[in-house]
Nanobody, 122 residues
Framework: VQLQAYGGGLVQAGGSLRLSCSASGDTFSRYNMGWFRHTPGKERDCIAA????????YYVDSVKGRFTISRDNAKNTVYLQMNSLKPEDTALYYC????????????????WGQGTLVTVSS
């Protein structure tokens, strides 16, 4: 499966952005999906994941209550709605796909999209 993430940009602290990730090349609904972020000097972390059905979700503590992951299997797209953004959310954001939630949450998904940069100014 090929993934393409987009929607990053520059936003002021307290603002919102929605990232999107479009999939192609395979049956999207087979895959559990995740959003990761990476900042220099830190490990790339899974911040949100969603099961193939959309029923199960996972969030890292630092984004709970502010970010929402969702998917539209008819559009082959997964979204990350980011609200109440903070300067520490500044990072390169990636989407990823795997056949199990564990591979995503454990940072080992086999399929990755390119990153989209989110910059939050104070």
């Amino acid at each position: 499966v090929q993934l393409q993430a987009y929607g990053g940009g520059l936003v002021q602290a307290g603002g919102s952005l929605r990232l999107s990730c479009s999939a192609s090349g395979d049956t999207f609904s087979r895959y559990n999906m995740g959003w990761f972020r990476h900042t220099p000097g830190k490990e790339r972390d899974c911040i949100a994941a969603i099961s193939w059905s959309g029923i199960q979700t996972y969030y890292v503590d630092s984004v709970k209550g502010r970010f929402t992951i969702s998917r539209d299997n008819a559009k082959n797209t997964v979204y990350l709605q980011m609200n109440s953004l903070k300067p520490e959310d500044t990072a390169l954001y990636y989407c990823a796909a795997g056949l199990t939630m564990e591979t995503i949450i454990n940072k080992k998904p086999p399929y990755w999209g390119q990153g989209t940069l989110v910059t939050v100014s104070s």
